[in-house]
């Protein structure tokens, strides 16, 4: 009896002492975070989560004087759910920025909630470069496919790599993959001499690559959304394909930092080019990563993960620049033309295409003690969306 | 060109394996289990698992995988499927969906829903090549692996049925329950036994094929439409039947995928469709069989 008064007493006076000062902050800044945490994409909403909220925990969860509040939806990368989520958030919780969106349809879904309710929109993860182009309201951290192509199409010409085939996954990101990449090497003097689509539900690659084996190019270009691509790699390797001369190139997400470790030596010397390695030799990208490592039982960040953390630095910078106000058109105004360090290297958010401007890396898959790694070998600087200049 | 035919040969052996399972229980028991694909599902996880954690060599996780499935199959025929023996088959097939979204649900949960990959031993990785041109016919040792442990459960699974008692006892107790109870055949026992038999091998389909298919927690739902297919164009009286219908589905799929690459994908459901308009009671039913 006597420990139940004592309790009430405590929590009385927890309240009358919190509830004033609540007040004075006035209303916390809400960021509605909706990504895929269950299913196929599940990996694309862990990564981001756990990056988003290491942010928070650096720092700190008071911005310009307003406590900032993540709620995480779930939308299990279905783009109704997506839409659903998103509405609620606007209008239930009347969140101030949304943000996520783990794959194109589901951002493509968002865009017009965006712009009615003049909510700015933080795209951490989908790709395709049309994207951007859907709301004024939308904020690109993540990257795009014609980015890290076009660059790979620029390398690949200058290493004897002429005749390539390529191999996507028929969606829109492996579409813009294919066109973008296709249409530089013919720019820069290559070579395609056929160009793949596989079904996104595609059990076997073997016919695919049995195809281009017998086609013989100098390498085969690849774009799988993540999870695919250790299977390409394996039989890749298994077809002898490699012993055949022919090389394995591909857009970063074929070896994914979140995968890398698991696929085993057939990865070893693929070469892809990305905007982001776990194994990026920068001071600032050895911290989050050990920082990363630390806070989720020893996961290694990938590609996803730095798109949301700079995706919160993107948030974090913009609010202070309102002085804590907020207010959509404001937010976004604020968000344009941002110049910051992130793990990735130097990153610009362009103010025009409200898209991200970034380097991109060529890497190739090495080990080191006894893991694997994407280790950066070569750079093409500040690369802007191609998909946006017409 | 050769080669071709050999990857879908592979393919299609492993999509029988697959599919084989669901042909025993919805063929001979007559039970509509699109759980089954959870079944497979529990066999790749309990490879991956122990090749993973315990370091068990691949080829002893096999009929691991075979009995785990089994073993999980009987538990869940003894308590969940028995009562839906007599229901009708819409009953039946909105429980078994179910079953598998609580599966999927569940793999997400423990294990994660990344792709799981298992190494496969040094001597099943290579590939030899015979002769040269347009006839080289190249195999992958996994692929000729998968063909071979398939030739042979055929054989033993053909022979099972048709010439021992058990297999007798077990046509008995699908054509007419009560008569076969009355002849003393233990009805449940027989069930219990095909049920968990059809799931091991649903299993080992799964412990095969995680290595060519992929493995993640959406895996029933990715392959609920190729088992199916195997088993509708087959028929479901016979193991010939789906044994045929897989290879033909699967040769169509990797063919039609390498000479019309634009068109690859929908080639197995024309040809489904053109199949069972030609037979709609499957391809190889026999005359006054159960279809």
Redesign the interface.
Known sequence: MKKRTLLQAAACATLVSAGPLAWAQGAPFKIGLILPM??????TG?QIEAAARLWIAQNGDTVAGRKVELIVKDDTSLPDQTRRLAQELVVNEKVDVLAGMGITPSAMAVAPIATQSKTPLVVMAAATSSITEASPFIVRTSFTLPQVSVALADWAPKNNIKNVVTLVTDYGPGIDAEKYFKERLQFNGGKVPES????L????F???L??VRDLKPDALFVFVPS??G??VM??F????MDKAGIKLIATGDVTDD??LN???DVALNVVTSHHYSAAHPSPANKKFVEAFQKANRNLRPNFMAVGGYDGMRVIYEALKKTGGKGGGPALVEAMKGQIFESPRGPVFIDAQTRDVVHNVYLRKVEKKDGQLWNVEFDVIKDVKDPGKTK | ML??LF?GIA?GMLLFILALGLAVTMGLMNFINLAHGAFAMAGGYITVLLMQRAGVPFLLCLPLAFLGAALIGAVLERTLYRPLYRKPHLDQVLFSIGLTFMAV?SV?YFM??????I?LPQWL???T?IGSGAWTL?M?H?RLFIVAVCAVLTLVLQYILSRTRFGSRLRASVDDQRVAAGLGINVNIVFLSTFAFGSGLAGLGGALGA????L?P?FPL??MI?FLIVVAVGGTSSITGPLLAALLLGIA??????YI??M??FIVYLLMIVILIWRPQGLFVRQGGKA
């Open positions: 269950t299913g196929q994409q599940a990996t862990r793949l689509r596989v079904p539900r595609n059990p076997d073997a016919p695919f049995q195809k999870g695919a250790a299977a394996k039989q390797g298994e077809r002898g979140d995968q698991d696929m085993g | 080669t071709i990857d393919y649900a997400d994660g829903s990344t792709q799981q990959f190494q990785r290579g590939r090549e190249g992958g996994y290595e060519v298919l992929g993640d959406s990715k392959f190729y799929d990797v063919a039609g995928k390498y690459p634009k690859g994908a």
